[in-house]
């Protein structure tokens, strides 16, 4: 089993700066995918962004430049640097741990989430 505890939530400003954790109850970077998804009001889950557990990343179109992945090893926790809110980034945010083989889901962890809200 693993945990994953989000972090780092709250109500920002637009033009404005968060960075969230995501804290892992034990060692798990080298095994699972990580990614941080949101779901806004109203809306679908979505992939925001991710890294392997090789390093590699890749992030949704409407965050390119403004978001940034980040894992720290020897904590267990995992980070998104997000700069440039603005009000359609209002979501909550989910991390996740994925292990998969041949296109198949076979380990799927998700945090609780932390709400981001952007607002003026």
């Known amino acids: 089993q693993v945990q994953l505890v989000e972090s780092g939530g709250g109500l920002v400003q637009p033009g404005g700066s968060l960075r969230l954790s995501c804290a892992a109850s034990?060692?798990?970077?080298?095994?699972?995918?990580m990614g941080w998804y949101r779901q806004g009001p109203g809306k679908q889950r979505e992939l925001v962004a991710g890294i392997t557990t090789g390093g590699s990343l890749n992030y949704a179109d409407f965050v390119k430049g403004r978001f940034t992945i980040s894992r720290d090893n020897a904590k267990n926790t995992m980070f998104l640097q997000m700069s440039s809110l603005n009000s359609e980034d209002t979501a909550v945010y989910y991390c996740n741990a994925r292990t998969s083989r041949l296109g198949v889901v076979l380990m799927d962890y998700w945090g609780k989430g932390t709400l981001v809200t952007v607002s003026s």
């Open positions: 034990r060692s798990i970077f080298g095994i699972y995918n």
